[in-house]
């Protein structure tokens, strides 16, 4: 019988960091669910079963210490589920006070997608969670692509650091991605200087979850490009071939962080 995957609750305002964290738990075996504000929060909590929250701290309205407090009345149904805070602050007194106020651990954005997980799993055990939780190792195994072959990957002037998904540039500025941008981006870069047409995009990115329909691909490719800072009459990274598709017209060389 199949072990039910722990599923766990994703509160951000940031929608494309929502998609991020979302789609890193699900290749690492989790269910997950997401949620913009408080208030989508409780209602995603009446609607099903969370086994943890990721909690973001600075958020509009309510923030994360506010809800973290309402959580944790006595007498809420809520009060026992796991807490992590996502945080962006640098200064130790928050995070203690997070801490104090029932949160179990926090985050420090921006983070990597292995410490994520790995804090994920290891709070779960400490909740009593079963030990069969999704392993890193099963996970990394399971990668296939450039995404099971190298950490680095290095461009033009670009690097993309895979398992952590940072896009870094010549300066070693971290540029973020969506969940659809880096999932392009790994397509391309996985068929450096060869022709990639429409139907492999949507078919790429449909096996991964990410719908996207045939009209939103230019879409797509134009913001993957602005993020590459190669918009233009004739962009010279990312080249569109009339009546084919796309092609990275640039070497990809692959190695280790």
Request: with cysteine; aromatic share 6%.
């Amino acid at each position: 019988m199949e072990t039910e995957r722990p599923n766990i609750l994703i509160v951000d305002d940031d929608a494309e960091l929502r998609e991020l964290i979302a789609e890193t738990l699900a290749e690492y075996g989790f269910a997950s669910g997401a949620a913009r504000n408080g208030v989508e929060m409780y209602a995603a909590l009446e609607r099903g079963t969370y086994d943890m929250i990721l909690l973001d701290i600075m958020m509009p309205g309510e923030d994360g210490l506010t809800l973290c407090r309402s959580l944790r009345v006595p007498g809420t149904p809520y009060g026992r589920i796991p807490i992590i805070f996502l945080t962006a602050l640098k200064d130790t007194t928050d995070k203690v006070v997070g801490l104090e106020i029932g949160g179990d651990d926090y985050l420090c954005k921006p983070f990597q997608s292995r410490e994520l997980i790995a804090r994920v799993r290891a709070l779960l055990r400490r909740s009593g969670y079963a030990d069969d939780v999704p392993s890193i190792a099963a996970a990394k195994q399971s990668s296939g692509g450039v995404e099971g072959e190298a950490s680095v990957l290095s461009f033009g002037s670009w690097k993309l650091n895979v398992m952590a998904r940072h896009l870094i540039d010549e300066d070693g500025v971290i540029v973020p991605l969506s969940a659809a941008e880096f999932r392009l981006l790994t397509l391309f870069l996985d068929h450096p200087q060869q022709v990639v047409t429409r139907d492999n995009i949507m078919d790429y990115l449909a096996e991964r979850s990410l719908n996207i329909y045939d009209r939103s691909i230019d879409a797509q490719v134009s913001r993957l490009r602005a993020k590459l800072r190669d918009k233009g009459p004739n962009p010279s990274l990312i080249r569109t071939m009339r009546g084919d598709g796309y092609m990275l017209a640039t070497p990809v060389e692959k190695g280790a962080s």
